[in-house]
């Protein structure tokens, strides 16, 4: 699997007070296989289930806060 880690950075804010990470299809496949894990204080990774959404050849990955962490995924 290929992973691709983010930041809090990297989110942008949306309606309702939530913030999404958004990625094309050509970077992290169709998201069939997607996991997203969230790092903890410690430096571990904890897997968690967001909200997808698709649109078009983009993937929105939708949480209520944002946070580091890293999606593993299938090319």
Partial sequence: MSQKNFNKEDFTKIKDGEYQLEYTISEIGEGAD?????????????????????????????WDSPFDGRILFNV
């Fill in 34 to 62: 997607l996991i997203v894990e969230r790092m903890t204080e410690n430096g571990n990774y904890e897997m968690i289930q967001p909200q997808l959404r698709k649109s078009n050849d983009k993937i929105s990955i939708i």
